[in-house]
């Protein structure tokens, strides 16, 4: 595991505590971070970080705090309190 790689899991950790203790604006910089660090050493983000932070507005997303979860036919649908949707598959 690459250091970047390591970076990027640590400031997932550091964006799911801060949003728990109701500190978006720490994590929003947490997730703009890692983001950076992918971009720059040239490696993907992983799914589940992918999975919960919002492209627009880079929030952690905490389903039922500030994200929405519903399933619909064959995937799950994510929307963030700015509006932004996102769309997974899944397989039954």
Known sequence: MSLAT???ERLHELAREATAERRE???RRY???ARRVAERNRIELP?????FTCDRCDSYLR????ARVRLQSGHVVVTCD???HDRYPYHD
């Open 25 to 27: 604006e720490r994590a």
């Open 82 to 84: 700015c509006g932004e």
């Open 31 to 33: 997730v703009r971070r």
């Open 47 to 51: 799914r589940r970080f992918v999975w």
């Open 6 to 8: 390591e970076r990027i």
């Open 63 to 66: 389903p039922g705090k500030n």
